[in-house]
């Protein structure tokens, strides 16, 4: 069994809903999950919130948040995957934020640097991914990431 359908396994026996909210992995989380036939009975939607006035129009990422931590950050992250949550009435969600390459890099936040938010109900964990693997690895690893840290909080 594939890590989107153990998710959605594990959602379904629990009654709860999933959303995500995403920037660098564009929409390949959502593609990700719902390639599972009858995902829509628990996965609603995303917000694939690219630019930081996305972030914070749609998801309610506080501006002072993304002017003091950055874009790509835990606190961004963090606001990112409550917003999901309250936007679109899940009782799970998964955020992803940050430099896929292969430019966009700084010394304090290299190509590569990505965080990944994954909260259920109250409760929230994040991950920083390092290392730059190159565009479409960095994309890719990411998604599996963030499956896998959704998988361990639905267990």
Known sequence: MSLPEEIGKALRKKGWTLSTAESCTGGSLAACITAVPGSSDYY???????????????????????????????????????????????????????????????????????????ACGEQIVTFRQSGDYGRTENVARTVTQALRMLLEKLQ
């Open 44 to 118: 609603k939607g995303s917000v694939v919130a690219y630019a930081n006035e996305v972030k914070c129009a749609l998801l309610g990422v506080n501006v002072e948040t993304v002017q003091q931590h950055g874009a790509v950050s835990r606190e961004t992250v963090v606001e990112m995957v409550r917003g999901a949550q309250r936007l679109l009435h899940t009782d799970c969600a998964v955020a992803t934020s940050g430099i896929a390459g292969p430019g966009g890099g700084t010394p304090d936040k290299p190509v590569g640097t990505i965080w990944i938010a994954v």
